[in-house]
């Protein structure tokens, strides 16, 4: 009996020594591709098939996952990348407390986006953002530590790493020139403008933003296409209010606009044509600030209404003289203001005092 057991156990032993053997090789076919000839021949193989199909569905997926990412961060209509990338880079470069690090932030405003959209039409705004991309990219390209990112509808923001001040301010004068040419080959206003400061590690990101919108609060007041560049690292965003504050107070103290028009024709034959009415705005030595900074800045400051009761005033004014009752006027009024009880008052007693000329206005 006790030699049964003995044998037992030796076969029993025996046998899990084969087994520990036959899955040790067969490990070692999963883990070594290049392994000579092996014992297994038909399972090795299946192994290994199944091993390159996983490897295959594996490279699928990182490939489709980086498609993914791109896209996330990818402006469609330029190619450029988007807001979300401009604040990642922006983020890493200030949270960078290993080493320090310095850079160029630019805020480029396509000055005219929204006015291309209303008289030539939205296909007409698409070419001008996308001619404005391509511009950028064409004067940053000798540049190489540059990305260049669509963060809005109408503004591109720069970074360009390792970047000296003297060397950005060389980059905003080239960009002027070329935003200079394309606004006169295309008939516009202006086409962009341009708003620089520094980035350094261990600011925050509000504080190097709010530095580079007072820079193209400056650049907008101060010429056509113009660029600005802002150090100073002290209140930079009440200094930016404080500053278009009395930017609008000059405009409605001194009545600086001057109001252009273009006729709209009718979509059915019982409405009558009228004239739309655009407003300009004139800074210091005669020059044009853009429309629609003025219009978002008084609201930011809380001017709109006695901007747009001036706009309205002037416009009253001079179509007192010119019609003869068979012109009509249109008249934008942002909903911001048209929303204001007070500014609605106003307003009926305007057109009552002007009852002659009230009804000749589309608002």
Same mark, same amino acid.
């Given at each position: 009996?006790?030699?049964?057991?003995?044998?037992?156990?030796?076969?029993?032993?025996?046998?899990?020594?084969?087994?520990?053997?036959?899955?040790?090789?067969?490990?070692?076919?999963?883990?070594?591709?290049?392994?000579?000839?092996?014992?297994?021949?038909?399972?090795?193989?299946?192994?290994?098939?199944?091993?390159?199909?996983?490897?295959?569905?594996?490279?699928?997926?990182?490939?489709?996952?980086?498609?993914?990412?791109?896209?996330?961060?990818?402006?469609?209509?330029?190619?450029?990348?988007?807001?979300?990338?401009?604040?990642?880079?922006?983020?890493?470069?200030?949270?960078?407390?290993?080493?320090?690090?310095?850079?160029?932030?630019?805020?480029?405003?396509?000055?005219?986006?929204?006015?291309?959209?209303?008289?030539? +039409?939205? @296909? !007409?705004?698409?070419?001008? %953002?996308?001619? =404005?991309?391509?511009?950028?990219?064409?004067?940053?390209? /000798?540049? $190489?530590?540059?990305?260049?990112?669509?963060?809005?509808?109408?503004?591109?923001?720069?970074?360009?790493?390792?970047?000296?001040?003297?060397?950005?301010?060389?980059?905003?004068?080239?960009?002027?020139?070329?935003?200079?040419?394309?606004?006169?080959?295309?008939?516009?206003?202006?086409?962009?403008?341009?708003?620089?400061?520094?980035?350094?590690?261990?600011?925050?990101?509000?504080?190097?933003?709010?530095?580079?919108?007072?820079?193209?609060?400056?650049?907008?007041?101060?010429?056509?296409?113009?660029?600005?560049?802002?150090?100073?690292?002290?209140?930079?965003?009440?200094? +930016?209010? @404080? !500053?278009?504050?009395?930017? %609008?107070?000059? =405009?409605?103290?001194?009545?600086?606009?001057?109001?252009? /028009?273009? $006729?709209?024709?009718?979509?059915?034959?019982?409405?009558?044509?009228?004239?739309?009415?655009?407003?300009?705005?004139?800074?210091?030595?005669?020059?044009?600030?853009?429309?629609?900074?003025?219009?978002?800045?008084?609201?930011?400051?809380?001017?709109?209404?006695?901007?747009?009761?001036?706009?309205?005033?002037?416009?009253?004014?001079?179509?007192?003289?010119?019609?003869?009752?068979?012109?009509?006027?249109?008249?934008?009024?942002?909903?911001?203001?048209?929303?204001?009880?007070?500014?609605?008052?106003?307003?009926?007693?305007?057109?009552?005092?002007?009852?002659?000329?009230?009804?000749?206005?589309?608002?």
């Amino acid at each position: 009996m006790s030699a049964l057991i003995l044998v037992g156990a030796f076969f029993n032993v025996m046998y899990y020594r084969s087994f520990k053997k036959v899955e040790a090789t067969l490990i070692n076919e999963i883990a070594d591709e290049n392994k000579g000839t092996s014992p297994f021949i038909k399972v090795s193989e299946q192994l290994l098939e199944q091993k390159r199909v996983f490897h295959r569905a594996l490279q699928n997926q990182e490939k489709q996952i980086l498609q993914l990412a791109h896209q996330v961060n990818m402006d469609n209509l330029t190619g450029l990348n988007n807001r979300h990338a401009f604040r990642k880079e922006l983020t890493d470069i200030l949270s960078n407390e290993d080493e320090q690090q310095h850079a160029i932030l630019s805020i480029i405003r396509a000055s005219e986006l929204n006015t291309i959209n209303s008289q030539r +039409g939205f @296909q !007409h705004g698409d070419e001008y %953002i996308v001619s =404005i991309a391509n511009i950028i990219t064409k004067v940053t390209q /000798h540049h $190489p530590e540059t990305s260049l990112f669509r963060i809005s509808g109408s503004d591109f923001a720069l970074i360009a790493r390792d970047m000296t001040v003297s060397d950005a301010q060389s980059m905003a004068k080239k960009l002027k020139v070329q935003f200079d040419q394309y606004q006169v080959l295309n008939k516009l206003e202006s086409t962009a403008y341009n708003g620089m400061s520094s980035i350094i590690s261990g600011q925050l990101p509000e504080q190097v933003l709010a530095r580079t919108d007072m820079a193209l609060a400056k650049a907008q007041t101060e010429g056509v296409n113009n660029w600005s560049f802002e150090q100073s690292d002290h209140e930079e965003s009440k200094l +930016g209010q @404080q !500053h278009w504050r009395s930017i %609008i107070e000059e =405009i409605i103290a001194k009545r600086a606009l001057m109001l252009l /028009h273009q $006729p709209i024709q009718a979509i059915h034959r019982n409405m009558k044509g009228y004239q739309e009415i655009f407003t300009r705005f004139i800074g210091q030595n005669n020059s044009m600030i853009p429309t629609d900074t003025v219009f978002a800045m008084a609201q930011r400051v809380d001017l709109s209404v006695k901007l747009e009761q001036l706009i309205l005033e002037t416009v009253v004014s001079q179509c007192r003289h010119k019609t003869d009752g068979t012109n009509r006027w249109g008249v934008n009024i942002t909903s911001a203001t048209i929303q204001n009880s007070s500014f609605i008052v106003w307003l009926e007693r305007l057109l009552l005092r002007e009852s002659n000329i009230a009804d000749l206005f589309n608002f």
